[in-house]
């Protein structure tokens, strides 16, 4: 069986939408990318987007998908695996599913997945992708109304919304939790394997202040800062890491501000609960205030921060971790 790599979304600021160039949105769930196959009298198998065979991980979607379709001929989705926690994402608790190639049963009754499919490429053996956005969408919604009616399955076609504005899009998603927006080009075709233009990308980034509490790097330069801040109870704990952001400069310049801060231990209330580990770390004095801008922080950790500057206006004692989250 042929597998189709996925279309890929450029990053960049949403589109301005009007009647003359539409666009679709979609909410962007932090999740992974999964495409499936289903039907044709064959096994459904899952795949990810670096063309990994994931079946085996959550055999419990293949067994949602043989109950929906499989006597019909080949279907292909294209869609997001989730843990949803409280009705949100958590990415944190999907990468205990991620790893492991043969899901128990304990396993997914204590970490349950979603597939939201948000794409169909392949219906009863024809190809859809050459259709456009809109009509692919409308044969989702019809497989859709048959996930309904057998019900109690973990695949969920989640929403798409016309004729709206990015900015209302945007405020919704914040407003929501969410990772970010999707826009999408409401006449494209699916182009496999390819990244375009005519899907376009935007996460949301949250921005805040944290400490400076080591680093790692040589006697000039600094390679990658390590994250601190205080929690609700006063304790000192690690955030993460950050290397994103840093000019040329501005790792020199970091490096001479440092050497007074210098300490030979962890700063770290508990040492031991430190949430990454470095090699050859060099610890500093919690004197130092940064702005990082992120996505989103999972079990404790910033996902994919970027140094944004320093701050001289805050006082390192009021950096907590609990006003983060």
């Known amino acids: 069986m042929r597998l189709i790599a996925p279309m890929l979304a450029t990053a ?9 160039r539409p666009w679709s949105f979609e909410m962007k769930y932090d999740g992974c990318r999964i495409l499936a196959s289903v039907g044709d009298g064959r096994e459904p198998v899952l795949w990810t987007r670096a063309m990994n065979v994931v079946t085996g991980s959550y055999p419990e979607l293949a067994e949602a998908l043989t109950a929906a379709f499989a006597g019909r001929g080949r279907i292909v989705l294209d869609g997001e695996v989730v843990v949803l926690d409280h009705g949100k994402p958590s990415f944190g608790l999907l990468q205990r599913r991620m790893g492991v190639a043969h899901a128990t049963k304990p396993l997914q009754r204590r970490i349950p997945v979603t597939f939201l499919p948000f794409d169909v490429l392949a219906l009863d053996d024809l190809d859809l992708m050459s259709a456009s956005y809109l009509d692919r ?3 989702l919604a019809e497989l859709d109304s048959i996930l309904q009616d057998v019900g ?3 695949i969920t076609v989640p929403p798409h919304w016309e004729n709206q504005t990015g900015k209302i899009m945007l405020n919704s998603a914040k407003s929501a939790g969410m990772e970010g927006i999707l826009a ?5 075709i699916y182009l496999p394997g390819q990244r375009s233009r005519a899907w376009v990308k935007h996460a949301i980034r949250t921005r805040s202040s944290v400490l400076v509490i080591g680093f790692v790097g040589s006697s000039r330069s600094v390679a990658a800062l390590i994250l601190g801040a205080y929690d609700a109870e006063g304790r000192l704990i690690q955030v993460g890491s950050v290397s994103s952001g840093l000019t040329v400069s501005m790792r020199r310049q970091l490096r001479e501000e440092f050497r007074p801060l210098e300490r030979p231990s962890s700063p770290l209330t508990d040492p031991s609960a430190a949430v990454e580990t470095f090699p050859g770390v060099q610890w500093l004095d919690a004197r ?7 996505r989103a922080h999972t079990a404790g950790v910033l996902r994919h921060p970027s140094l944004k500057g320093r701050r001289f206006d805050i006082d390192p004692q009021s950096v907590r971790w609990d006003l983060l989250q």
């Open 288 to 294: 130092l205030v940064v702005d990082v801008a992120y």
């Open 184 to 188: 999408k080009r409401s006449t494209s």
């Open 12 to 20: 960049g600021e949403l589109p301005d939408t009007t009647s003359e």
């Open 137 to 139: 969408r409308a044969e």
């Open 152 to 154: 109690g399955l973990p």
